[in-house]
């Protein structure tokens, strides 16, 4: 009979926040991780108690559903490698094995290319979040994909994050939208800068994170429409829509745009690594 196993392919950050989320929603079903670094997979071991491989043939044996989480720069070395091992551990007519690859910019074509059947190829952006069961994971299908799998999929990355199917058109585009990293940076930068006109540290994080965190989640959590919150917020005149307006007219939106364009370039990048 085939595993249904979960084989986790790098035992990285997106790894261990993964593991983290899925231990918060108890998570009972058997995962394994492989990776090439004997002291990560014993850390792991240790601190989530999963199943770990050292061996990448035996690895792959077990996999139903192999999730690729290695850095973009690796990945074509990998599937060379798992070509390599399919080749001599797997007779020919193994049944379809579930890829998917959480390589930011890497496509869907050559993840083809690289390692074709029996493998059906789809592909996630799961958030850092993930770890306390609030991220957000962008998924992607493969033509083939089967809808067995693609269930198995989204409901695999479900337990740790809201699951949204984008088109692979817009793939770096989400990526470079998503990412945790917005937040982060907004609340350094806004905490940093009221300090700088007179609040105190302490004050200045609280002061930052209602700004950015509880407005987005009455946004999200409410019933009226963005521009009525911001609207309310900042009163024409006042000093909210003075600060605003200050903001949008030394160029913060353009500012943005090119940052995600910057973005979107190293994603582009990343494809054509080899």
Known sequence: MHSQKIVLLGGGRITSALLSGLRLAQYREPIV???RNPHKLRALKKEFRIAIEPDLFRALAQAHLLIVAVRPA????????IRQAQTEVSPRNRPDVLACSLAAGIPLAR????LGSPFRWARAMPSPVARTGHGLTAVAFDRGFPKPGRALVKRFFG???TVVEVPETQFDAFTVTYSPSHGYHALRTLAWAS???GLDPKNAYIAAAHALADAIDAWRNGDES??????EAATPGGIAATVM???????YARLVRKALRAGIGRARANARLR
Do not use: K, Y
């Open 111 to 114: 993840l083809r290319t690289g």
């Open 33 to 35: 991780v492989h990776d």
């Open 245 to 251: 307006n200050s903001m949008d007219s030394s160029g």
């Open 159 to 161: 337990n740790v994050s």
């Open 226 to 231: 963005l521009e009525a919150l911001l609207h």
């Open 195 to 197: 300090q700088q006109v």
């Open 74 to 81: 690796n990945v074509m070395d990998l599937l060379r490698q």
